[in-house]
């Protein structure tokens, strides 16, 4: 459990980190642009902030276990919303293979928490 915790720590970790440093290149998966200083601005706070926050939150459920249940419960939830935000916008219109592809990471990482929350 504890192993799930921190792969989808280092996930979020990660995708933080790229979208800091090279925020233009989290376009590409999606076919969007971002060319302007407010673009990237708004990627690195919204990809590179969250994943980096929610990197810090899983590894302090792994630090403190009187947190544990919340903060990845609160992480799992979040997954989850992203997953069916997804499951949505694909209802409405046809979607690519990366918003699928990365639908299913969130699925699947929305469950893994939620299996380790207990312990």
Known sequence: MNLAVLLIAL????MGLAALIKPR???????????????RNEVRAVYGGFGLAMAAVL???LRAPEL???LVTAVSLAL???ALGRVIGALV??????PVFFGGIETL???LLWWARGG
């Open 68 to 70: 544990r249940a919340g």
């Open 59 to 61: 590894l302090l459920a």
């Open 80 to 82: 989850a919303g992203m």
């Open 109 to 111: 990482g929305a469950a």
């Open 11 to 14: 996930a979020f970790f990660g």
């Open 25 to 39: 290149k989290i376009g590409d998966y999606f076919e969007v642009r971002f060319d302007s200083v407010d673009s």
């Open 93 to 98: 219109e046809r979607p690519g293979r990366w």
